[in-house]
């Protein structure tokens, strides 16, 4: 008897929870959007800053500017034109006040350093920042090479030619037999160098013949964390007396003097002074969703010069950003205005500065700060229910090959791979719009990772713990492809049938040998992607509609419904039906249109009633559903699973869910409020 109307029907639904915990609702999340930042360095001329700034603005876009805080150009005029750059939200960040981290001088008064932990000695308005002390143990343990020598003074002198070995940056000695760590002030020539105390003051060793030296870089010369600490109060003090806001980024400056690691800025400059965001050279974060972050500092980390808009051309910097954001990366610019050599001059470097952020804008790249992009990445929890595997549809630099896809790579051997798949826009899955790659051989068809081995622009983005991976292939009998995920140093290899004529969706439990889970380790950041035609026996393989996502949470569903022709009386319905059960479910038909492809051998016991339908939907007004199940009504009203007994489940993401239920011959219900689909 067909249900006539909604009321005569009792649905009783209860969601028991998994033993997963989770902590956020799906709202919470951000998206996995790679972008980019232009940075600008240094103190340039106001000139340059206005017009800069005003083409920003002009699109409603923001930059950032290292500045030195203590620098004499930093005039009224100068002042006038920081205050608009901060008015019109650009950010101005820390690039220590002298563009050097051993000293500084003040135009405050010295006295708010006198007894600071971290300053070893005030000179007139000189701050000399402390370091942290080097004995023997340590340059054993950190110098990069060690000789004799001979002292006079503060000359240097090798008859071996030790100098000639050092680059610039090679600029400490520490003789243990003085102990005491000097700079060098002058390259003489290979055998003579010329120094000075740590803070470039004139210095006097005495004479001594065969000295015993170690050389230290500017990696291996720390700061205090007190001296970095007051680094950057001058920087906030000198801000605060031009009436700016003070900086929350701190950006290590160039030059040979100690360069400053994460952790340090972190302990230095993030609790006490409200530092967020920082860029070293000596340990830069990789700028990926979901880097591997023990320490919470990678945010400290964010180094410049991933694009070159100073010296590239738009072609360059299109094509290197697409294929960096495909993968979930974040991509700082690189810029001093008048240093060094400008392709096509200022006015060239405007024009590519403006063509390149309407490229942004057109394709929804996202520009943001240095201090935003900190948030976001390092800050924020990105949707691990985001597929993360480049779009094959995505070709934002219009060079004929969809981004986040390589056509090469080398490896640490030197060895050069090629991938071969002939990338195609019209012969696809929907979710790929319709694009694929094919390959009619034995070979590799498409990599999603790095160029060169040492790089760190793998996909990005990735989700620790077991993931889930789908893919569709097309193709002829005997034909099959493998999926190799490079995580860390291990190979985890997936294989899949490619031998239908039509589209055929994949996923790791269907993998055919014996490899069906996904798990990616705590400390990876990213991995590389290798699909190849494994088996070749006719035709072309193709493959489409790659997603690679946290695999969902299982919930279980009970659910009781009766059914008004069935009903019989005392919350019971009929099983007198048993005789003619189909053994193989009966909502392949319309309107259902449910192809799966459960059966049974046997009715698994005597109180079913009937094959039911249940469906999810995010939307009550929604025509596909999120997930579907096909299950058993018993006559006490409870939904189970094809077995008889277990309730059925549902792999889906932790949220809001409408509820339908179907019957062969009754009318569809529907839950009048979403169910909530959540993790204690």
Not at 114 to 127: A, C, R, T, W
Not at 260 to 280: D, F, H, T
Request: glycine residues 6%.
């Amino acid at each position: 008897m067909i249900l006539q109307s909604l009321k005569y029907c009792s649905i009783f639904l209860i969601i028991i929870l998994t033993k997963n915990i989770f902590s956020q609702t799906y709202s919470n999340y951000v998206k996995k959007q790679g972008g980019v930042c232009f940075r600008t360095d240094d103190n340039q001329p106001i000139t340059k800053y206005n017009e800069y700034s005003t083409l920003f603005s002009s699109y409603n876009q923001k930059f950032t500017c290292a500045i030195n805080f203590g620098n004499d150009i930093i005039t009224t005029d100068y002042i006038s034109m920081l205050l608009n750059l901060q008015n019109n939200e650009h950010e101005i960040m820390d690039h220590t006040p002298w563009h050097r981290t051993n000293y500084f001088t003040t135009k405050l008064s010295v006295d708010f350093y006198q007894g600071h932990l971290g300053v070893e000695k005030i000179i007139s308005n000189k701050i000399l920042l402390k370091h942290v002390p080097v004995d023997l143990n340590y340059a054993q343990n950190f110098s990069k090479r060690n000789g004799i020598v001979n002292i006079s003074n503060n000359i240097i002198s090798s008859g071996t030619g030790d100098f000639k070995l050092f680059e610039k940056t090679d600029c400490y000695l520490y003789f243990p037999n003085l102990d005491k760590l000097v700079f060098i002030d002058e390259w003489i020539n290979d055998n003579t160098v010329k120094v000075d105390d740590l803070w470039r003051n004139s210095i006097s060793l005495g004479n001594h013949q065969n000295i015993k030296y170690y050389n230290l870089d500017v990696k291996n010369v720390h700061l205090t964390i007190d001296a970095i600490k007051a680094l950057a109060q001058e920087s906030i003090r000198m801000a605060e007396y031009y009436n700016l806001n003070p900086p929350t980024a701190w950006i290590q400056p160039g030059g040979y003097f100690p360069q400053i690691y994460r952790n340090e800025i972190k302990s230095a400059c993030e609790s006490e002074l409200g530092y967020i965001a920082g860029g070293v050279f000596t340990d830069p974060s990789i700028k990926v969703f979901n880097e591997f972050n023990p320490n919470n500092d990678k945010q400290f980390g964010m180094n410049f010069g991933d694009f070159r808009e100073d010296i590239w051309s738009l072609e360059e910097c299109k094509t290197f950003i697409a294929d960096r954001i495909a993968k979930h990366k974040v991509l700082m610019g690189h810029s001093h205005f008048a240093w060094g050599e400008l392709l096509g001059g200022w006015d060239g470097f405007m024009e590519r500065t403006e063509n390149l952020i309407q490229w942004c804008i057109e394709n929804d790249i996202p520009i943001r700060t240095y201090s935003e992009w900190s948030d976001i990445l390092y800050f924020q929890t990105p949707d691990p229910y985001q597929n993360i595997f480049p779009n094959l549809s995505a070709d934002k630099d219009n060079n004929n090959y969809p981004d986040g896809y390589l056509q090469r790579s080398r490896s640490s051997e030197g060895i050069w791979t090629n991938y071969e798949g002939i990338w195609t826009t019209n012969d696809g899955v929907a979710q790929s719009e319709y694009c694929s790659f094919s390959l009619n051989k034995l070979g590799n068809i498409c990599y999603v990772g790095r160029e060169y081995h040492y790089q760190e622009d793998g996909l990005g983005g990735i989700e620790k713990g077991e993931n889930e991976f789908e893919i569709w292939t097309k193709g002829s009998p005997g034909n099959f492809i493998e999926v190799d995920f490079k995580v860390g140093n291990n190979h985890l290899i997936f294989k899949f049938p490619a031998e239908s004529h039509d589209w055929t969706l994949y996923k790791l439990n269907e993998s055919v040998n014996g490899s069906n889970s996904l798990t990616i380790p705590e400390d990876i950041s990213t991995i590389d992607i290798t699909i190849s035609c494994s088996d070749y026996y006719s035709g072309s393989v193709h493959v489409s509609g790659m997603k690679l996502y946290k695999k969902y949470c299982e919930f279980e569903l009970d659910t009781k419904i009766f059914l008004e022709g069935a009903y019989l009386q005392e919350n019971e319905m009929s099983t007198a039906l048993l005789s003619h059960f189909p053994m193989e479910q009966p909502f392949k038909l319309k309107p259902w249109n449910y192809d799966s492809s459960e059966k049974i051998t046997e009715i698994p016991n005597l109180d079913i009633t009937d094959w039911i339908l249940v469906s999810l939907f995010c939307n009550f007004n929604d025509i596909i559903p999120k997930a579907v199940k096909v299950g058993f009504l018993k006559k006490d009203g409870k939904i189970v699973d094809v077995d008889g007994v277990s309730n059925l489940k549902f792999n889906v993401e932790p949220g809001n869910y409408f509820i339908k239920i179907q019957h062969r011959n009754h009318l569809s219900i529907m839950s009048s409020e979403p169910m909530h689909f959540v993790i204690d």
